[in-house]
């Protein structure tokens, strides 16, 4: 059985892009592949969280996590800072890493642009430790969207590059999983493309009622068409992707011809839109609160995931070792 591996930084909430672009794949595919699914925490450090929000918010993603579905029955669902063995081979990879590499990686680029002061070797050698989260269950599969292309290009690099080295034949080299059906990109609300954590322009799984409606009922239109069958401006055909993804066809198609005879309401279409995503996302918000109260299953879930990571990164860093030269005294 084919292993995927998929890894989330412990920052803010889960949206709606989260949910329909990975999540709700993630719980589909969990009975036919061998699934390492974790959350990141050792990577939102290079943005020096404060500590008394640091295990909060490992908490609410793994909440988040469970609540949409991910089974640590069949899944191993783990903490990435409890598995020292990725650090481990974090260090052994950044031997055969190049600065000059790593400072090309676009990701890289753009965190020096926004952030001058804080430009941390962390920073710099993110695509090492992500190889690491990878490599050391030897995934053949990684879901990754774009902006994680380039990250995933490096994992194969230091692959081969390692294999090659040592004259190894340890990593599989990681493919991207595109779901059938493609991609889904879920746009945000305020017409700029994607929904995403930084620009606001995001629904949460944890959004109650009134602010989901809040929220759809401000998200930007123009002034409606004018002429039958008039192509649909960019932030119109994205509320239109939005209503997709959670409402049933029938209602897309009405909205579709209000749209084509020029006399459609959008005050009605965002309000069938925000009643249609509560209905998604007001049960999972109800199971993220109770899960996330539940200390004692919140214990045993880390407890197990913990336990079935490390026995299959202990597995390959002890190959690893060997290749290497290390030896027992
Ligand atoms: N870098 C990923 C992101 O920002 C998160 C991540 C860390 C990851 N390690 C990973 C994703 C390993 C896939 C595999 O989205």
Known sequence: MDTVLSGIRSTGHLHLGNYFGALKNFVKIQDDYRCFFFIADLHSLTTHPHPDDFHSSVRTILAEYLAAGLDPEKSAIYIQSDVP???????????ISYVGELERTVTFKEKVRQNPNN????LLTYPVLMASDILIHRAQWVPVGK???QHLELARVFARRFNNMYGADIFPEPHNLVFTGGAVKVPGLDGSGKMGKSNGN??????DEKTITKKVMKAVTDSGPTEPDSPMPEVIANLFTLLGLVSDRSTVDYFTEKWNDCSIRYGDLKKQLAADICKVTLPIRERIDAIYNDESYLSEVVASGREKARASAAATLALVKQAVGFKAF
């Open 202 to 207: 995001g629904i949460y799984l944890y959004d």
């Open 147 to 149: 902006d994680q292309e």
């Open 85 to 95: 063995e990725i650090s481990e081979l974090y260090v052994l990879l950044n031997m």
């Open 119 to 122: 430009v941390n070797a962390g």
